[in-house]
């Protein structure tokens, strides 16, 4: 009974922290396929992707987990651009498992 409890209790405690990893990661995607600033990915140079990824995770990301999120971003940022049928939802599945 005890550990049903305690794996209840912290089921409740760790559900929101990944909740809001997903909601920073999903509005962060929707921004930056919304803003097609990466739809010529080829032309851009490694620091301009990052920039751009950088500028839409900081309007829509506040704490600890924003940098893993732009690195995160960053490197599956081709897919942002050519999943354009995907959502957000979808493509944050590789970064949070949301």
Known sequence: MK???????LALCISPI???KCDF?????K?????KGLA??????AKQIDDY?????EKNCSG????KLIKSLVEIADQL????DSTPQELCKFVYFC
């Open 53 to 57: 990824v950088k500028k839409h995770v």
């Open 18 to 20: 990944f909740a809001n």
């Open 3 to 9: 550990l049903l409890l305690l794996t209840l209790l």
């Open 64 to 67: 600890s987990t924003c940098p």
């Open 40 to 45: 010529y990915m080829a032309n851009l140079s």
């Open 25 to 29: 990661c999903t509005k962060s995607v």
């Open 81 to 84: 651009d050519d999943d354009l």
């Open 31 to 35: 921004a930056i396929k919304d803003g």
